[in-house]
């Protein structure tokens, strides 16, 4: 009777472990990113400089900043900058260099767009995947 008494008290602990340790493996998929996927310029050298498509003026960029279609990007002679499209890539612009951004997607959309940079003067280097 006691044998019984000690197995079924371990299949119940048994069980309860295998109901937590399921819910565990099931939350590891269920957390969605919230984080939407935007195009933006990230300077990593001075003199990064630009420009909004309804602006004649140029605006010196720190940091990051959102960029979006028909923006130019012009680097100065110590400047360098990189555009990150979102996670799918990254184009790299070397000093003295202007580009027009001719697409910029965000969300969604970014994962299906055929990404477009206008190379004014100067020299890019691109890596991005291919969906």
Do not use: C
Not at 27 to 43: C, D, R
Not at 63 to 77: H, L, P, S
Request: proline share 1%; charged share 25%; aromatic share 10%.
């Amino acid at each position: 009777m006691e044998k019984k008494k000690w197995l079924h008290i371990a299949g119940v602990a048994g069980a309860i472990l295998l109901i937590v340790f399921l819910i565990w493996a099931w939350s590891l998929g269920a957390v969605a990113s919230e984080e939407t996927q935007k195009t933006y310029v990230e300077v990593l050298h001075d003199a990064v400089e630009w420009r909004q498509s309804s602006s004649d003026e140029w605006q010196a960029v720190s940091g990051a900043k959102e960029i979006f279609v028909n923006d130019q990007i012009r680097t100065g002679e110590a400047g360098a900058a990189q555009i990150r499209w979102g996670d799918r890539g990254v184009t790299r612009l070397d000093p003295e260099t202007e580009i027009s951004v001719e697409t910029a997607e965000s969300g969604d959309a970014l994962f299906s767009a055929v990404l477009k940079v206008r190379v004014e003067s100067g020299r890019v280097w691109s890596r991005v995947l291919k969906y």
